[in-house]
């Protein structure tokens, strides 16, 4: 248990209600111990012929109307009303406690997780569908309130009730106590062994679950493609061969569970019986008064409840594993961008200034011994544009990932005014470094909260000036509500151009001194390029910027033109130099005279 001592600190954050719920737990074993006697009031002193004990003989001097059979009738079912009420008031507390900290741990962890997540470098996600990691955060999370009510409090009540119950049961038969206990080891050798299976069963339940979680997740993401491949009927077959999976081992589970709870059920019947048999036998006898056994009979069945949920708790043990694993994975992965201990922040430049930005033999890739660029040493003077150019795979994008610390290289270095961008806070490096991507990535909030994402107090008027800049104001002001227009999943609602702008105005209100435009007319028609390059002209004054683009009408505006093939960067000249280049020169580069792109 001792690897899972990460648990503690969320146990520790709700200390006060855990001991709350304690006390709750002893007052209800309390009352546990109280319900059998008005029965044997009953049955021994109201309806049977029993010597009424000290106790009671010492309530009738109190009593006006004495000990009548009447009075004790009354008496007994008034106790039962008033335990009854004790015993409900107790578990309603129980109930509200435990979902208060059982959420509020819950959370504290899904917060502890969804950070860590956000944390992790984007090669720790490609691995990882989303919808895993969505089952992770919102199922496997509850595991930390299952461990403090299966592994903390069940066994402290269970250990009050034997303790309690079982003192109480010594005193009414002690030879009835010991046979009551006799079948106790049995039941624990069937939960060990039992027990020693779920923590497997249990982990291939909860895969089984985030594997069809990741795939109605990837296919709703993808539905477009889904419907213009008519793939839904495929689709169907594989979500039901999932399904199935999840339910063969959520059954198998729920098998070994059962027989777990069978068997010990048999065991306690067994016991049961023994205890009535010999009880029996000593009532006939004149030993035992009935109402002691029936009272003895009730408490057994606690007590035989206390024991198989004691022995339970290792069991339950073993099938919290399984999440607690998979929560570990999450809190203790290392494929995390981590920060020097003497990070430092650059000092912001002055307004019109911009940043070097330098690569120095740097050379990456994503998966050991397999390179996607290799010893780059590239620099970008301050307010330069610099156009990467080159075929799909040459490493333009690894390589401008490389900038915000998505990734870090694995030799060289990568510098912003000659300090590596290592020894630099994420959060100074990241807000010199704005982005637009290929693919605008926009988010269902409105026009206004997508434009200032990158800075969330920016005014109003401030939004609709970089959205003027971006050649956006015009097509935002003709949405439904203006720039309050919620914006669909993904941007679903606009044309690649209008998200586009939208994308570039994000940028321009960010007002990073470096830009990195990552072939952002790539899927454009030529009349919205043309658009577009206006509104990049715009944001590229005066920034330094990386422009990696496959046309090089896009490459135009760039004072500078790299290309890359095979991760190595093979040429560098201007855009009109390469774009006269003959077809048959050294290196054999050439332009496409139809697309504009760069051919090797």
């Given at each position: 248990m001792h690897k899972y001592g990460w648990t503690i600190r969320y146990l520790r954050r709700q200390w006060l209600t855990l001991l709350l719920i304690l006390a709750?737990?002893?007052?209800?074993?309390?009352?546990?111990?109280?319900?059998?006697?008005?029965?044997?009031?009953?049955?021994?002193?109201?309806?049977g012929d029993s010597r009424t004990p000290g106790w009671l003989s010492a309530l009738a001097g109190i009593s006006p109307f004495g000990l009548s059979p009447f009075v004790l009738v009354v008496a007994a079912g008034l106790a039962s009303l008033v335990i009854f009420a004790l015993n409900s008031a107790l578990e309603a507390g129980l109930t509200l406690a435990w979902s208060v900290a059982g959420q509020r741990m819950a959370?504290?962890?899904?917060?502890?997780?969804f950070k860590k997540m956000e944390s992790l470098s984007l090669l720790f996600h490609h691995k990882h569908p989303v919808g895993d990691s969505l089952s992770r955060l919102t199922g496997d999370a509850y595991v930390v309130y299952t461990l403090a009510e299966g592994v903390l409090i069940s066994p402290v009540q269970h250990l009050l009730t034997l303790v309690l119950l079982g003192a109480v049961a010594w005193r009414l038969d002690s030879q009835l106590t010991l046979l009551s206990f006799?079948?106790?080891?049995?039941?624990?050798?069937?939960?060990?062994?039992?027990?020693?299976?779920?923590?497997?069963?249990?982990?291939?339940s909860r895969e089984a679950h985030s594997r069809l979680l990741s795939f109605v997740h990837q296919t709703l993401v993808a539905l477009p493609v889904v419907q213009v491949f008519n793939a839904q009927a495929r689709n169907g077959s594989r979500f039901h061969s999932l399904a199935e999976d999840a339910?063969?081992?959520?059954?198998?589970?729920?098998?070994?569970?059962?027989?777990?709870?069978?068997?010990?059920?048999?065991?306690?019947s067994i016991g049961m019986a023994a205890v009535l048999y010999y009880g029996g036998l000593r009532v006939l006898n004149g030993n035992l008064t009935v109402g002691a056994l029936v009272v003895f009979v009730a408490y057994m069945r606690s007590l035989q409840g206390a024991v198989v949920g004691l022995l339970a708790v290792y069991a339950k043990m073993k099938s919290t594993e399984a999440s607690l694993d998979r929560v570990a994975e999450i809190l203790n992965a290392n494929e995390t961008i981590r920060e020097a201990p003497k990070?430092?922040?650059?000092?912001?430049?002055?307004?019109?200034?911009?940043?070097?930005?330098?690569?120095?033999?740097?050379?990456?890739?994503?998966?050991?011994?397999?390179?996607?660029?290799?010893?780059?040493?590239?620099?970008?003077?301050?307010?330069?544009?610099?156009a990467l150019v080159g075929p799909s795979g040459a490493g333009k994008s690894t390589l401008a990932c490389l900038i915000p610390r998505f990734y870090d290289p694995w030799q060289g270095q990568v510098l912003l005014d000659g300090v590596d961008v290592r020894d630099l806070q994420l959060s100074s490096l990241r807000a010199d470094v704005a982005w637009v991507p290929q693919e605008p990535?926009?988010?269902?909030?409105?026009?206004?909260?997508?434009?200032?994402?990158?800075?969330?107090?920016?005014?109003?008027?401030?939004?609709?000036a970089a959205a003027a800049a971006a050649r956006a104001h015009q097509f935002i002001e003709r949405l439904p509500h203006g720039y309050e227009t919620v914006i669909g999943q993904r941007g679903t609602t606009l044309s690649g151009g209008?998200?586009?702008?939208?994308?570039?105005?994000?940028?321009?209100?960010?007002?990073?001194?470096?830009?990195?435009?990552?072939?952002?007319?790539?899927?454009?028609?030529?009349?919205?390029?043309?658009?577009?390059?206006?509104?990049?002209?715009?944001?590229?004054?005066?920034?330094?910027?990386?422009?990696?683009?496959h046309r090089m009408s896009t490459a135009r505006a760039a004072s500078r033109v790299v290309v890359l093939r095979d991760g190595r960067i093979r040429e560098t000249g201007s855009g009109k130099q390469l774009q006269e280049?003959?077809?048959?020169?050294?290196?054999?580069?050439?332009?496409?005279s139809l697309t504009g792109e760069v051919k090797g």
């Open positions: 709750l737990t002893a007052g209800a074993v309390a009352a546990t111990a109280l319900q059998p006697w008005p029965l044997k009031i009953l049955v021994d002193y109201a309806i959370y504290d962890l899904s917060a502890d997780l006799a079948v106790a080891p049995l039941t624990a050798a069937i939960a060990l062994y039992l027990g020693r299976h779920l923590k497997a069963r249990s982990r291939q339910i063969t081992l959520s059954q198998r589970g729920a098998l070994l569970s059962g027989s777990l709870g069978l068997a010990g059920g048999l065991t306690r990070a430092r922040r650059l000092p912001r430049p002055g307004k019109g200034k911009s940043r070097r930005l330098s690569f120095v033999q740097v050379s990456f890739g994503y998966e050991p011994d397999r390179p996607v660029i290799m010893d780059i040493t590239l620099e970008l003077l301050p307010g330069e544009v610099v990535l926009l988010l269902p909030l409105s026009v206004t909260d997508n434009i200032r994402y990158g800075r969330p107090e920016a005014s109003l008027t401030e939004v609709k209008e998200k586009q702008r939208l994308a570039i105005a994000r940028a321009l209100l960010k007002d990073s001194p470096v830009l990195v435009l990552d072939e952002p007319t790539s899927s454009l028609d030529a009349e919205t390029e043309g658009l577009l390059l206006e509104a990049l002209e715009v944001l590229m004054t005066g920034r330094t910027t990386l422009l990696i683009a280049a003959p077809a048959g020169h050294t290196l054999g580069w050439r332009v496409d």
